[in-house]
């Protein structure tokens, strides 16, 4: 990742609205939610969320994919692992034993939700 596209990540997420759009999208990953799912579940006007989304599309964090008569929008998930790996590159000056603990607070980000801890059982 360059530090354009980097910056503009992060322009993109300096927004509240945008920042918790883009919270829910990673939430719902990998069905994503329908524009209009978004804008009643952020209590924003439809309009105001189309801009907010079209922010987030340019900055390169989500996707759009039209399904019938929606668009449903995704956070793109290569994205976000970019954008961490960009910030923690050169992390403690190659001295991995600093940035084990940073490494270890975002390991249990993806813990299963009991339904899929019981499905993963029984398959």
Do not use: W
Not at 10 to 27: G, H, K, M, N, Y
Not at 45 to 67: D, F, K, Q, Y
Not at 68 to 91: F, N, P
């Amino acid at each position: 990742m360059e530090s354009e596209q980097a910056i503009l990540a992060f322009a993109a997420l300096a927004q509240s609205t945008r920042l918790d759009v883009f919270r829910l999208l990673i939430e719902h990953e990998p069905e994503g939610l329908p524009a209009g799912d978004i804008a009643r579940h952020m209590a924003v006007p439809h309009n105001t969320m189309s801009t907010h989304l079209a922010v987030l599309t340019r900055a390169g964090l989500i996707e759009a994919e039209r399904h019938s008569r929606s668009i449903i929008y995704r956070a793109k998930l290569d994205a976000v692992r970019e954008l961490a790996g960009y910030l923690v590159k050169d992390c403690c000056g190659g001295r991995p034993e600093i940035c084990a603990p940073l490494i270890a607070d975002l390991t249990p980000c993806c813990t299963p939700r009991n339904g899929a801890i019981k499905e993963a059982a029984h398959d």
